[in-house]
């Protein structure tokens, strides 16, 4: 159903949802940004819809509500072992088209790879998405060229314009919660991007030989392997497990599943000291080619979304749609 209602009776249907869901959405965290006084957007829970961020892309992907940066899957005695509580509220996130495409990576990986990743499915079961539409791209954004600009995998669409919010509700559970006497229905249609500024084109005949490239040797020298790239990116999935033992009892503790990523230092070592890449540049080379060859191999679609994060908070500039275009020239001189 579509329609609008006034900005103050969408927060009325918000408190009235509230009840049985945690609303998350980019909002603006006043000095919270990398340096001081600067600002950042991130993911945190709503009570009204003036709180969200639609001009601006967010700093960081809506992954974490349901993938946490540290979550812990049990707790431990000499005995015994438990599970934490589950909260049962359920989950309304407002994100764009790209994050939406970029869940559905994050789906493939732990849900459909051979065995369902039970801690991820009990969130994920809980969530619905709301589709905030893109008006024109952001710096950096190449979602046109991954294919994932435009989505109809969403439960509800709002935009806000004056002092009005237009909806177009696809779920019958949200419609529910909402004041039918107090929206008049319109045709509300989703705002997608069409084309941006930056536009990557992966080589059709990209295979393993790209791996001996020198292309790649230029990341040993301009790669600080800090990682932010892989915590910001809503298609980043590794993760490490951490076994915290209390000063009480050390027999007493917690197993908690944490962020890890590809370009850290020590995060492909073995035991006994071998390391599958050691040089920042097999690392490099790994992301990539695990984003944009690898993945579709199995899936049948590109892992990267081209929300352009990486390429925003990378601090040595190092451009990912840069380094995927360069594949082309590679592959015309490998052929």
Not at 268 to 280: L, P, Q, Y
Request: with cysteine.
């Amino acid at each position: 159903m579509s329609f609008k209602l006034k900005v103050e009776y969408f927060d009325e249907y918000l408190e009235t949802l509230r009840r049985d869901y945690k609303v998350y959405a980019p909002v603006v965290l006043k000095g919270k940004g990398t340096f001081a006084d600067t600002d950042t957007i991130r993911y945190k829970e709503i009570t009204s819809i003036s709180e969200v961020e639609a001009k601006l892309k967010s700093s960081f992907s809506p992954k974490e509500i349901i993938l946490p940066i540290t979550q812990t899957l049990f707790y431990f005695t000499e005995n015994d072992c438990e599970e934490p509580k589950e909260d049962g509220k359920k989950i309304l996130i407002f994100l764009r088209s790209c994050d939406i495409h970029a869940m559905k990576c994050l789906d493939e990986i732990y849900l459909k790879n051979g065995n369902e990743d039970y801690y991820y499915k009990v969130l994920r079961d809980k969530i619905k998405f709301v589709l905030m539409g893109c008006s024109e791209s952001f710096e950096n954004c190449f979602c046109a060229s991954m294919g994932s600009n435009e989505t109809e995998d969403y439960d509800m669409y709002t935009k806000i314009q004056d002092d009005e919010v237009f909806v177009d509700c696809k779920s019958e559970e949200l419609m529910n919660y909402f004041n039918i006497d107090k929206i008049s229905e319109v045709q509300v249609e989703p705002e997608f991007v069409q084309a941006n500024e930056i536009k990557v084109t992966i080589p059709e005949n990209l295979d393993q030989r790209v791996f001996k490239s020198k292309m790649w040797d230029e990341y040993s020298s301009r790669c600080i392997a800090c990682g932010r790239c892989n915590f910001v990116c809503g298609t980043c999935s590794c993760f490490t497990m951490q076994d915290i033992f209390y000063k009480e009892n050390k027999n007493v503790g917690e197993r908690r599943r944490v962020w890890a990523s590809c370009h850290v230092d020590g995060y492909s070592d073995m035991a006994g000291g071998h390391g599958f890449r050691k040089d920042k540049k097999d690392r490099m080379r790994f992301k990539v080619m695990h984003k944009v060859y690898d993945f579709k191999k199995r899936a049948g679609y590109h892992m990267c979304v081209g929300c352009g994060r990486c390429d925003d908070i990378c601090p040595e500039y190092i451009s990912f749609s840069n380094c995927v275009n360069k594949l082309n020239k590679v592959m015309e001189v490998v052929d």
